[in-house]
């Protein structure tokens, strides 16, 4: 038996480079964690990542035919589009190298294994949610398919059901590691899976299943000795943490935290993670800082409270506003999520976002700016949103696939400006893709351009809320206000 797990390559569109990545952070060692399970049970297994790699698909053939697998396990991505390279190049090696079965898994298999299925008839199967217990089933006991964890096609059609996830996490094997997840500086950390929240634009707990324990977290013992592995293997000391929320719920959450930064602190590394703004307090993050914490990701969404009722996120704007206090106290910058534009938004709710985002100086930079500024969004199949949206028939399929959708504003005017700004911030994201790493080494040129910039988005948000609260403006005016802030942008960047 031999298997290869194919992080496939991946191409995203211009208009959508400020979209949240078509898979969660979370995703990142699913690949990872099969093949440790696999490697573990004394299974071949071989990762091709021609994702962090940067393979074209004939160098991943290449690859294939020299290992010519029994099993290819593909981690297959969104792309906002039909997959249809990737699906003629998956029909074109099964069939040249004699693969005897192909699946997928990940995020967009598990809710939309149906129309991949349809779409790719070499594609043999879906593994659901979580994949190591499905797919060890599937290589041990191979031909035999496995009853449950997967989606396939049967004489009555697709037939999905639901596995079994892992209840003790600290009893999954480390991840397998490519070299190519040394690369970049960093080592990503799982450890935990799952969310005690429950966020209408999230699918999160919806993948895993778990409707018992919808935060799973491993031991801080557990996840020191990966690290420590780790550490013997390569010189790389920044680790981070990409679960979907560094801290478990209530009181054993917290002290779960403090064991963990005990531990962290006598490794003198540093460290990132995901938390929800409700998490954020002194104590932990006091410890955590000491322990090496650089770097944390909130998800404020919203300086209104109803919006973060209608986004049930079990958060305030006291909430919020206390988080940044303590993170700032403690020299934490944080990274922020934030949907200045929601499909129920009215313009006085942009106004008190935006007045939100000024009080709490989270606009003096343009790399927080041209995303706090415009930010929609996203609906995708799995969220409670994208259910609750289709019930109401407001929801809007993407023709490229059922996984994805939006949906009309109720306020045709915040439309106007959700248009508006998409544009201009897209606009921008154009020049930061191949300037952001001369911001982030300081060159005082680029400072001072972004510093500019900055301010004429800031001031173009103000005016525009301002225009469209008092009259309407046309398709041509609206056209033409682009244009003029896109081409002043031009001239700052020349």
Same mark, same amino acid.
């Given at each position: 038996m031999n298997v290869i797990l194919l992080e496939h390559p991946r191409s995203y569109g211009d208009d959508r480079c400020n979209d949240i990545a078509n898979a969660p952070l979370s995703a990142c060692l699913n690949t990872g964690y099969i093949g440790g399970m696999l490697a573990a049970n004394n299974i071949d297994v071989t990762i091709v990542d021609g994702y962090l790699e940067q393979l074209d698909y004939p160098a991943i053939e290449e690859q294939i035919a020299t290992l010519t697998p029994t099993i290819l396990g593909i981690h297959l991505v969104y792309h906002w589009e039909d997959n249809k390279t990737l699906y003629q190049f998956i029909k074109h090696i099964k069939q040249t190298y004699g693969i005897a079965y192909v699946c997928v898994y990940g995020f967009y298999p598990t809710f939309a294994y149906e129309e991949i299925l349809n779409r790719c008839p070499a594609i043999d199967s879906a593994l659901l949610g979580e994949a190591e217990l499905t797919f060890l089933t599937l290589a041990e006991n191979?031909?035999?398919?496995?009853?449950?964890?997967?989606?396939?096609?049967?004489?009555?059609?697709?037939?999905?059901?639901?596995?079994?996830?892992?209840?003790?996490?600290?009893?999954?094997?480390?991840p397998l590691r490519s070299t190519s997840s040394y690369s970049f500086g960093e080592v990503n950390i799982s450890g935990s899976r799952g969310c005690y929240g429950g966020c209408t634009f999230c699918y999160i707990n919806p993948y895993y299943g778990d409707t018992k324990r919808k935060w799973r977290g491993r031991s801080p013992e557990n996840i020191i000795t990966e690290i420590d592995t780790i550490m013997k293997q390569t010189d790389i000391r920044y680790f981070y943490f990409m679960d979907p929320n560094f801290y478990g719920p209530g009181r054993a959450g917290k002290e779960r935290v403090l064991k963990l930064a005990h531990l962290l602190k006598e490794r003198h590394i540093h460290f990132g993670i995901e938390a929800r703004a409700n998490d954020i307090e002194e104590e932990t993050i006091k410890a955590l800082t000491d322990a090496g914490l650089k770097h944390i990701l909130i998800g404020l969404e919203s300086g209104l409270d109803e919006a973060l009722k209608r986004l049930n996120k079990l958060t305030t704007v006291a909430d919020n506003e206390q988080a940044l206090e303590i993170l700032?106290?403690?020299?934490?910058?944080?990274?922020?999520?934030?949907?200045?534009?929601?499909?129920?938004?009215?313009?006085?709710?942009?106004?008190?976002?935006?007045?939100?985002?000024?009080?709490?100086?989270?606009?003096?930079?343009?790399?927080?700016?041209?995303?706090?500024?415009?930010?929609?969004?996203?609906?995708?199949?799995?969220?409670?949103?994208?259910?609750?949206?289709?019930?109401?028939?407001?929801?809007?399929?993407?023709?490229?696939?059922?996984?994805?959708?939006?949906?009309?504003?109720?306020?045709?005017?915040?439309?106007?400006?959700?248009?508006?700004?998409?544009?201009?911030?897209?606009?921008?994201?154009?020049?930061?893709?191949?300037?952001?790493?001369?911001?982030?080494?300081? +060159?005082?040129?680029? *400072?001072? /351009?972004? &510093?500019? !910039?900055?301010?004429?988005?800031?001031? =173009? %948000?103000? +005016?525009?809320?301002? *225009?469209? /609260?008092? &009259?309407? !403006?046309?398709?041509?005016?609206?056209? =033409? %206000?682009? +244009?003029?802030?896109?081409?002043?942008?031009?001239?700052?960047?020349?």
């Amino acid at each position: 038996m031999n298997v290869i797990l194919l992080e496939h390559p991946r191409s995203y569109g211009d208009d959508r480079c400020n979209d949240i990545a078509n898979a969660p952070l979370s995703a990142c060692l699913n690949t990872g964690y099969i093949g440790g399970m696999l490697a573990a049970n004394n299974i071949d297994v071989t990762i091709v990542d021609g994702y962090l790699e940067q393979l074209d698909y004939p160098a991943i053939e290449e690859q294939i035919a020299t290992l010519t697998p029994t099993i290819l396990g593909i981690h297959l991505v969104y792309h906002w589009e039909d997959n249809k390279t990737l699906y003629q190049f998956i029909k074109h090696i099964k069939q040249t190298y004699g693969i005897a079965y192909v699946c997928v898994y990940g995020f967009y298999p598990t809710f939309a294994y149906e129309e991949i299925l349809n779409r790719c008839p070499a594609i043999d199967s879906a593994l659901l949610g979580e994949a190591e217990l499905t797919f060890l089933t599937l290589a041990e006991n191979f031909p035999t398919v496995p009853q449950s964890g997967i989606a396939t096609r049967t004489t009555n059609g697709i037939v999905a059901t639901r596995g079994e996830v892992v209840t003790d996490v600290d009893s999954l094997p480390f991840p397998l590691r490519s070299t190519s997840s040394y690369s970049f500086g960093e080592v990503n950390i799982s450890g935990s899976r799952g969310c005690y929240g429950g966020c209408t634009f999230c699918y999160i707990n919806p993948y895993y299943g778990d409707t018992k324990r919808k935060w799973r977290g491993r031991s801080p013992e557990n996840i020191i000795t990966e690290i420590d592995t780790i550490m013997k293997q390569t010189d790389i000391r920044y680790f981070y943490f990409m679960d979907p929320n560094f801290y478990g719920p209530g009181r054993a959450g917290k002290e779960r935290v403090l064991k963990l930064a005990h531990l962290l602190k006598e490794r003198h590394i540093h460290f990132g993670i995901e938390a929800r703004a409700n998490d954020i307090e002194e104590e932990t993050i006091k410890a955590l800082t000491d322990a090496g914490l650089k770097h944390i990701l909130i998800g404020l969404e919203s300086g209104l409270d109803e919006a973060l009722k209608r986004l049930n996120k079990l958060t305030t704007v006291a909430d919020n506003e206390q988080a940044l206090e303590i993170l700032r106290k403690y020299g934490i910058e944080p990274s922020v999520g934030f949907i200045m534009f929601e499909p129920d938004s009215t313009l006085e709710d942009l106004k008190v976002n935006y007045d939100f985002l000024k009080r709490n100086a989270l606009l003096d930079k343009l790399e927080i700016s041209v995303n706090v500024l415009y930010h929609h969004m996203i609906i995708l199949k799995g969220s409670s949103s994208y259910k609750a949206l289709q019930d109401q028939g407001r929801l809007n399929i993407s023709p490229h696939s059922t996984y994805e959708a939006d949906t009309d504003y109720l306020n045709p005017r915040v439309a106007m400006l959700a248009g508006m700004m998409r544009d201009m911030t897209n606009h921008i994201f154009s020049y930061m893709k191949d300037t952001w790493e001369l911001s982030f080494k300081k +060159d005082p040129v680029i *400072l001072e /351009k972004y &510093r500019l !910039i900055n301010q004429l988005l800031i001031q =173009s %948000f103000e +005016d525009y809320l301002y *225009l469209l /609260k008092n &009259r309407e !403006i046309t398709i041509d005016q609206r056209n =033409s %206000f682009v +244009d003029t802030f896109n081409h002043t942008v031009d001239g700052i960047m020349a």
